[in-house]
Structure formats: structure tokens, C-alpha cells
């Protein structure tokens, strides 16, 4: 499954998608991000290294839960390993359904969180 999620997002970043168009790059570090995309299982041993990444990153930070284990455990969610919902770790901001998603589910994930972040007021 893990092999899926990460190919539905080569997949998006790919030339028939394009992400770079849009303005999502990758980045490596979390002092540079603005977003994390979480694709596939957390589990309990993760969770504390995720809230580390989570809180390195300058605000604001943006948090897309993308398919179903990533948004409440998925085939695992009755495993005493894994967390059931990334929002039990970290604030999330766009959930993507799917098993797996789609690239074409990614790319209205991130459409959503755009939006959201033109609707928001500046403090």
C-alpha cells in the first residue's frame, strides 16, 4: 500500500500533472517547507517524530492527510500500532480520500488548501 500512495504522488508531480506549475515544490528540509503532505500509515513510533517535523516548520504551516490510513488508519485501524487519524498528532488542514488517492485527488487537495489560504486573514 505504502508503494501506491508514494506512486500517486510521483504520479501529480510527473509531466501530465505537473505540480511544479502550481507552485508545489519539494523541499528537504522542514525549516523550509510551508506544507507536509502525510501519505500512508502512521503508526505510534512516527508519531512523535512527525509533531518534531510539524513543529521545526515556520509558521503559518499547512498539513494535507492524504488516503484512508493516513486519515483514520485505514486496514489498520485496529492495530494497537497504529495512530487512527494523523489529526490525533498534528493539526490538519485538507483530508484526501482515497485507497489510494489519485493523483487527480491530490492536485483538489491542494486546489482546497490554495483556496483556504487566500480566504484567511492576515493577523
Known amino acids: 500500500y505504502q508503494r501506491r500512495v508514494h506512486g500517486e504522488m510521483m504520479q501529480a508531480y510527473a509531466s501530465r500533472y505537473d505540480l511544479d506549475r502550481m507552485g508545489v515544490i519539494p523541499k528537504a528540509s522542514p525549516r523550509q517547507a510551508d506544507m507536509i503532505i502525510i501519505a500512508g500509515t502512521l503508526?505510534?513510533?512516527?508519531?512523535?517524530?512527525l509533531?518534531?517535523?510539524?513543529?521545526?516548520?515556520?509558521?503559518p504551516r499547512y498539513v494535507?492527510?492524504?488516503g484512508?490510513?493516513?486519515n483514520g488508519g485505514g486496514?489498520?485501524?485496529?492495530?494497537y500500532s497504529v495512530v487512527r487519524g494523523a489529526n490525533k498528532v498534528i493539526p490538519v488542514d485538507v483530508y484526501v480520500p482515497g485507497?489510494?488517492?489519485?493523483?487527480e485527488a491530490l492536485i483538489y487537495g491542494i486546489l482546497l488548501?490554495?483556496?483556504k489560504i487566500k480566504t484567511q486573514e492576515v493577523t
Open 43 to 49: 503508526t505510534n513510533k512516527m508519531a512523535p517524530c
Open 51 to 59: 509533531r518534531t517535523v510539524y513543529e521545526q516548520m515556520a509558521a
Open 64 to 66: 494535507i492527510s492524504m
Open 68 to 70: 484512508s490510513c493516513a
Open 75 to 79: 486496514y489498520y485501524h485496529f492495530s
Open 99 to 103: 485507497c489510494p488517492p489519485t493523483a
Open 113 to 115: 488548501l490554495q483556496r
